[in-house]
């Protein structure tokens, strides 16, 4: 397996709230990526990101490699470790009144011997790339997907509405916060990108698939939508990360 993740402010932010990390569990065949995006202000949001990240990644990893059995429930590894992320930053938020109401959206992908889970929450997003197509798997948590879901816009008007920025759950704003998990098959040579709003706001999907099938590996197609998305002034923190199986 094969990972690279890369992060940029954009062409306008003044900080990157945004916060990424890939953990590889050679031992185990097993590869841990996440993606957060803070929101909260400019200390807050990066805090917030990060805290969960880490959290996530450690209590995760943790679980993993301190299970004996031959099926380990990678699934309510990862729920518990989301739980985990969402406490720590909820925490934070109460502690201290300059952390108030911060919050950050979590997707995160973890390759397992031949399985493969998917959670998120929030509206950062993971992509599965494959020779003939691009598919969003995680279905965002924002105002303007209920929107799209009860008929009252359609996904491209989503796309450019004023609101598709508000986001309907993320970690560290309740004592509790839901997610979602999905369980795509991955063949060899396939890809999984996880990545910003800040990179579905300035790249249309088929703009991503064409970096992709000029860029088959995670690091050159990393960095090309990265060049994409800067030369277009990216108005948001910009983050990719792709796991090739």
């Known amino acids: 397996m094969n990972s690279f993740g890369i992060t940029d402010r954009g062409a306008v932010r003044r900080d990157n709230q945004d916060s990424f990390l890939v953990e590889r569990l050679d031992e185990r065949e097993c590869v841990i990526a ?7 202000g400019e200390k807050a949001g990066n805090i917030a990101s990060d805290l969960a990240a880490k959290t996530y990644v ?15 429930d990678i699934k309510a590894m990862m729920e518990y470790a989301c739980d985990a992320a969402n406490h720590m930053v909820y925490s934070y938020s109460c502690f201290d009144t300059d952390y108030t109401g911060m919050g950050t959206t979590l997707v995160s992908a973890v390759i397992y011997g031949e399985r493969v889970w998917i959670l998120n929450v929030g509206d950062s997003r993971c992509y599965k790339l494959t020779r003939k197509r691009i598919t969003q798997v995680t279905k965002d948590h924002s105002l303007v997907q209920d929107m799209v879901d009860r008929g009252e816009i359609s996904p491209e008007q989503a ?23 999905f369980t795509p098959k991955l063949q060899r040579g396939e890809m999984l990108m996880l990545c910003s709003d800040g ?27 990265m060049d994409e998305a800067l030369k277009r002034e990216a108005r948001d923190n910009v983050t990719i990360v792709v796991v090739s199986k």
């Open 34 to 40: 996440v993606l957060c995006d803070g929101m909260g």
């Open 58 to 72: 450690s209590e995760l990893k943790e679980k993993i490699l301190s299970n004996t059995s031959r099926k380990p």
């Open 159 to 181: 796309r450019w509405h004023p609101r598709r920025n508000v986001i309907t759950r993320a970690l560290g704003v309740n004592e509790l916060v839901p997610c979602d998990i």
């Open 199 to 225: 990179l579905t706001n300035t790249l249309e999907d088929q703009e991503i698939f064409a970096a992709y099938r000029k860029n088959p590996d995670p690091l050159s197609l990393s960095r090309s939508l």
